[in-house]
């Protein structure tokens, strides 16, 4: 039998018709979705009636699939031959540890192609009403993870404190309050603005705002919990200015269907 081929798609930041033509079009030729935790289902309703759907995303119940388990899913299901789209929330390649999935079908060379998504760390903001740059308060923005990094090591906080550009922190929820103070510590100012995002570019998006020192006081008010983004910069304050998120128009997948394809 022929092999078949991988796609890692990104759905972008959560409103369903967020994901790029491409994207649409390897979910409605799918002859099996792996899919993560954070992709919006109406997505997922788009495939074929006889689509394989397999979620090996984390459930209350259920722990996360380990990440060498869904490698191997991806090269069985391509090795019999089926279109398989590996559906990730945003961009494939940002934490996403696409990279990694890539890797492993490349060196069973197995065909795959990457579909980029709209990032989390920039769209979803967007939909808070925040640029991640701006002329007048940001030359730069750095996308960081919350996490251990490689080796289990912590982030450099105090060198990141030293960056006068956005800071974009994902999957830092759990420990944003020593995040916080360690970027304090390293020099910045406790009244930077800061804000965290959930379910950004979501109808239930909400978003705490305040400053570095007041952000988490903020977060337990506004009841904020993961998956949210941590922002933290001058370019916070516009969101008042430009937020849209309670105006915007959602698009549904069916019309958008008829056009693209
Ligand atoms: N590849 C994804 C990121 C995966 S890491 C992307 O490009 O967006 C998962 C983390 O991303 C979450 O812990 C959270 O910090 C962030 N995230 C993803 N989607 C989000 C959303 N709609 N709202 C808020 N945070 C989100």
Redesign the pocket.
């Known amino acids: 039998m022929n092999k078949g081929k991988v796609w890692l798609v ?1 759905a972008g ?2 409103e369903a018709s967020l994901i790029t033509v491409k994207g649409l079009h390897c979910i409605r030729e799918a002859d099996v979705i792996v899919h993560d935790r ?1 992709v919006n289902p109406e997505l997922i309703a788009q495939a074929p009636v006889d689509c394989n759907i397999i979620d090996v995303g984390k459930t209350p119940n259920r722990h996360l699939v380990p990440q060498d388990q869904i490698n191997q899913i991806l090269i069985d299901h391509a090795l019999s031959g089926k279109n398989v789209v590996r559906l ?9 540890r ?1 990279g990694e999935e890539a890797e492993s079908l490349s060196q069973q060379h197995i065909p795959f192609e990457i579909v980029p ?5 920039i769209g ?1 903001l967007a939909y808070a009403g925040i640029p991640v740059t701006h002329r007048d308060y940001a030359s730069s923005f750095h996308v960081v ?2 996490h251990l990094c490689q080796g289990n090591e912590p982030q450099n906080w105090h060198a990141l404190a030293q960056i006068e550009g956005t800071l974009v ?5 759990a420990r944003q309050d020593e995040i916080c103070q360690r970027l304090i510590e390293g020099g910045k100012s406790a009244d930077t603005p800061a804000a965290a ?6 109808q239930r ?1 909400r978003i705490a705002k305040g400053t570095l020192s007041t952000l988490q006081h903020e977060i337990e008010r506004e009841k904020i919990e ?5 922002v933290i910069g001058k370019v916070v304050n516009l969101s008042d200015v430009l937020s849209f998120i309670s105006t915007r128009v959602d698009i549904s997948l069916e019309p958008l269907l008829q056009t693209a394809i």
């Not at 995002?197 to 979501?202: D, G, K, L």
């Open positions: 990104g930041p959560g954070l990730k929330g945003g961009d494939p390649y940002v934490f996403g696409g998504g709209i990032s989390s760390s979803g993870t919350g922190i994902l999957m830092g929820m995002v959930m379910y950004a570019s979501q998006q993961a998956p949210a983004l941590i």
